[in-house]
């Protein structure tokens, strides 16, 4: 029999009804395949979690971290193997160190690079139902891992890939991936087939429907996803590879993120490498400089530099940046009230003139573009947070995403 793996996400198994719902989906599949199930947490049970270590200190242990948030895992895959068990299937709940997962690199940011078989493989064939802990693994201290926030996606995606499955779905509270966030405009439309390309950008630049690395993880290995709801039969997102793809849309998705913070260094000496010079402590230190950019210098003397980093990252940066002897500035200026919005397409690769068209569109709207980032298939523009809304409305209309 083939191998189907399912996902389930934290509000898919949100309440005890919604999991004797996803039970029904489950069972419908076991007619036809061995079912993998991975699940998220019940939601809002992970950042529960997470207040609790910053409850007891700021800078609390990052492998403790792992072991505290991945416990929601554990809770709802017991809930859907008990319901099961209820309806007479055999089934049992796993959890990462039981298979194991193997993963490597950092705490809370690790990545699977193993999945051990050989016990999931003989309990199939027994017929059992397997309910895995998505989101965590063990690592080779034997110690228990966590892949990022939104992992499970990363989980199902390894999985697939490890047991060679026909299909991976992924059950969430959409019936698919949109144009852009259903959630805040109506007017998105469900895009029936995507490239690992653009859903990757889209990810990375906050489409929260699917996690950044899962989509990097499908891509290498060629696994396609099919993105559905739990909540309705509607027929969701295939994400799959370029080639499956006809598209005649010149841009395929709109996105914004939430948590950028924007940093600018006014009255900095204008000489060779001083960007480096900033920059380096930043990169030693896990920061992430996103977007940047640098003003001519009027005197030639002094300039204005501008980049952006997570907001998470800014009493850090700040430190940094005032403890940096090596640099020389005016003024050091912080700004929260940002978002990045961005637009993505291959098929902006062949057509002129998009760029244009996103700057007279926000222009319209009277809406101040502060930086600007681009790549080959998306074009990135920080913005004012309280204008997002209308940007995210204009460009929707400008590249015809409303129909
Ligand atoms: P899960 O808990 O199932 O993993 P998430 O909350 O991580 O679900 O992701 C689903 C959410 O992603 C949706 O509720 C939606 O608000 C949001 N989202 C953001 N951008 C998009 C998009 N382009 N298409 C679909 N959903 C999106
Ligand atoms: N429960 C984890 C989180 O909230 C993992 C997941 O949902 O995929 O991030
Ligand atoms: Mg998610």
Same mark, same amino acid.
């Given at each position: ?10 509000? /898919? ?10 039970? %029904? ?6 007619? %036809? ?9 019940? =939601? ?63 705490? %809370? ?12 493989? =003989? ?20 110690? +228990? ?83 559905? =709801? ?12 370029? %080639?499956?793809? +006809? ?16 940093? /600018? ?49 800014? =009493? ?52 101040? +573009? ?6 080959? +298939?998306?074009? /990135? ?23």
């Amino acid at each position: 029999m083939k191998i189907i793996v399912l996902k389930f996400g934290g509000t /898919s198994v949100g309440t005890t009804d919604r999991i004797k719902k996803v039970a %029904k989906i489950i069972a419908k599949y076991k007619k %036809k395949y061995n079912v993998i199930v991975l699940s998220s947490a019940m =939601s809002g049970v992970t950042n529960n979690l997470i207040n609790l270590s910053k409850k007891i200190s700021k800078n609390f242990s990052d492998s403790e971290y792992d072991v505290l948030v991945s416990s929601g895992e554990q809770m709802s895959c017991a809930l859907i193997s008990g319901e099961l068990i209820n309806k007479g299937f055999n089934s049992r709940s796993w959890m990462s160190w039981q298979i194991p997962i193997n993963t490597e690199g950092k705490y %809370k940011f690790s990545r699977i690079n193993k999945i051990n078989k050989s016990k999931i493989v =003989s309990y199939l064939k027994k017929g059992g139902i397997p309910i895995i802990t998505g989101f965590q693994g063990i690592n080779n201290k034997n110690r +228990i891992t966590t892949i990022g926030r939104g992992g499970t996606d990363a989980s199902a995606i390894m999985f697939a890939k490890f047991f060679n499955a026909e299909k991976c779905i992924i059950y969430t509270d959409v019936d698919g991936v949109y144009s852009t966030d259903p959630n805040k405009l109506k007017s998105a439309q469900k895009i029936k087939v995507i490239s690992y390309e653009e859903m990757l950008e889209m990810a990375s630049l906050g489409a929260k429907v699917m996690q950044p690395h899962s989509i990097q993880d499908a891509r290498l290995n060629r696994v396609d996803i099919e993105v559905k =709801s739990s909540f309705t039969d509607n027929k969701g997102t295939l994400i799959t590879k370029r %080639k499956n793809i +006809i598209n005649n849309k010149i841009i395929t998705g709109i996105t914004n993120t939430t948590s950028d913070a924007k940093v /600018s260094l006014l009255g900095v000496r204008d000489k060779p490498g001083i960007a480096a010079s900033i920059f380096k402590p930043l990169s030693e230190n896990s920061i992430n400089v996103d977007m940047v950019v640098q003003n001519i210098s009027a005197n030639g003397n002094e300039t204005d530099l501008t980049f952006t980093i997570k907001s998470d990252d800014l =009493s850090k940066t700040k430190k940094i940046v005032l403890q940096n002897k090596k640099i020389k500035f005016r003024d050091l200026i912080f700004d929260k009230n940002v978002s990045k919005v961005s637009i993505i397409g291959v098929g902006m690769v062949t057509t002129p003139g998009v760029t244009y068209r996103m700057f007279q569109s926000l222009a319209k709207q009277k809406i101040n +573009i502060q930086v600007i980032s681009t790549s080959e +298939i998306k074009i /990135s523009v920080l913005i004012d947070k309280k204008n997002v809304k209308k940007a995210i409305s204009s460009l929707h209309k400008e590249f015809k995403l409303n129909k």
